[in-house]
């Protein structure tokens, strides 16, 4: 349990564990952002210990235009892509609650860092999916500003189909993966807490030929000089009995959603990483009634966790029994 007030630094100790789980930030939207201001590197090391003992170490390199990865295991130089599957984590944010109001970003960008540490194929297509966009767009502008040609928008399109559509089977299957765990989650939330119970669903509809609908609408994408659908632009939503729970809902059962939704990525991840998850609890207790943090509290599931906070006393009672506790302070240097 790391325990300090606001801006002391509890939850950049959480994003430098997260690295280790999905190679990014949980919250940062530009991975140099990771690095202190005025420097051009960070390292993150940690240990873990499970089935048998691993040092890691994680280097983020920004003197560049883009920013470099490098992991070393046991002291050995690895493809960073060898974090997914190896070290699972699920981040509870208090900020969670916006994942069922929130922006469509924020929701896309959830469902992306549980499938691309479940799924290093998914990984793959959507960083090809990313750099298609990238250069597609790119071109839109050179076409609108009549300094290449329309034709050239083919090849760009296939690629950006290809990838696209590994991209949003990779999302409907884990959303069809997770549906019995997420119903689960929600049940076992409401029924020991006492609220209102219900039948909580993912509604997510993507395109069926995204390829036809580039083509469709290319005049519009070289009016706008952007690429205007595709897996970038996807968007899911919470339903409770059928209904958009964004809709009628209230703020505690935003909260109860948000966290069968994570509890579901921590069975699912579990399931197909063979890896209980390291569970990271980032001051969600003090967002929650009583209830809520006592069925919280019996539905995490076995495993490791770590819980920031600004209290102890909002964790629940036995949570905190027997939890090794790091105290910091704001004016402390955080050397995550």
Known sequence: MIVGPNAAGKTNLLE?????????????????????????????????????????????DASGRVI???????GKAKPTKELRRRFPMVLFSAEDGR????????????????????????????SKYNRALASRNRLLEQIAAREASEAELDVWDVQLAEAGTQVV?????????????????????????????????????????FEALLRSRRGQDIAIGTTSA???????????????????????????????????????????????PILLLDDVFS?????????????????????????????PGALREGAEVIEIEPKERVDA
């Open 16 to 60: 430098a564990a997260f690295l280790f789980s999905a190679g990014k930030s949980f919250r940062a939207g530009r991975e140099s952002e990771m690095v202190t201001w005025g420097e051009s590197t960070a390292r993150v090391e940690a240990a873990f210990a499970g089935g048998s003992r691993h040092k890691a170490a994680l280097t983020l």
């Open 68 to 74: 470099r990865k490098s992991f070393e295991l046991d």
């Open 99 to 126: 994942l069922v109001d929130g922006s469509p970003g924020r929701r896309r960008r959830a469902l992306d860092l549980v499938v691309g540490q479940g799924s290093a194929a998914y990984q793959d297509a959507l």
């Open 169 to 209: 089977d990779g999302r409907a299957e884990y959303v069809g993966s997770s549906a019995d765990p997420l119903r689960n989650a929600y049940d076992a939330l409401t029924k020991r807490s006492g609220h209102a119970a219900g039948r909580l669903s993912v509604a997510y509809e993507p395109v069926a030929d």
């Open 230 to 276: 595709g897996p970038h632009r996807d968007d899911w939503s919470i339903l409770l009995d059928g209904r958009a729970l964004a809709s009628f809902g209230s703020g505690g059962e935003f909260r109860s959603a948000a966290l069968a939704w994570r509890l579901a990525e921590a069975a699912w991840l579990a399931a197909v990483t063979e890896r209980e």
């Open 287 to 315: 967002e929650l009634d009583h209830a809520r943090a006592k069925s919280l509290q019996d539905a995490l599931p076995d495993g490791q966790s770590v819980i920031t906070t600004p209290e102890p006393s909002e964790v």
